[in-house]
């Protein structure tokens, strides 16, 4: 249910609680991130997203994951550090989250259930696999690890 993908309790990387109700937006850009890993330089890509796209009405979120090959095994405190310092990330950071498995957070769960990868499979294969999101919630669009940010531009303009 669309709805309740905006109410679904989340936290930021500085453990506050929140849900993306509290980031209002025409278009959410969810991805699953690591620090130390070959689709990392992404980040850069994601930030240059937000700065063009932010005050049109989209929000970029980033939820690390450390579910694939130990990529993201910084504390949050780390993490965020390490975008900022790395890649000047200023759009919004969340708590570390499992993207796939018994401790699934309810959000990605959501996601896959809306829009299921190649083959009808749910589970994310990798890092920086992206969920383009409408204002509503409503999942438009599932991307792989290996599609660049600025591949997703004509998705994003379609929606603002």
């Known amino acids: 249910m669309t709805e309740s993908i905006l109410t679904i309790p989340l936290e930021t990387i500085n453990f506050k ?3 993306l109700a509290e980031f209002p937006a ?3 850009l969810i991805v699953n991130t690591a620090s130390k890993c070959g689709f990392t330089p992404q980040y850069a890509g994601l930030e240059n997203l937000w700065k063009s796209y932010r005050e049109r009405g989209l929000y970029v979120l980033g939820f690390p994951c450390d579910q694939f090959g130990g990529q993201e095994p910084g504390t949050e405190e780390e993490i965020g550090q390490f975008c900022e310092l790395n890649f000047g990330v200023t759009f919004p950071l969340f708590a570390k989250v499992d993207v796939n498995g018994k401790n699934t957070h309810s959000l990605f ?3 896959k259930k809306d829009a299921p990868g190649i083959l009808g499979t749910e589970a994310i294969k990798w890092n920086f696999t992206k969920f383009l999101l409408d ?3 409503k999942v438009i669009k599932r991307y792989a690890s290996a599609t660049k940010p600025e591949d997703l531009i004509a998705d ?3 929606l603002l």
Do not use: D, F
Request: glycine share 14%.
């Open 17 to 19: 609680p929140t849900t």
């Open 26 to 28: 025409r278009a959410y």
């Open 109 to 111: 769960a959501q996601l």
């Open 135 to 137: 204002g509503a919630g």
């Open 156 to 158: 994003i303009e379609a």
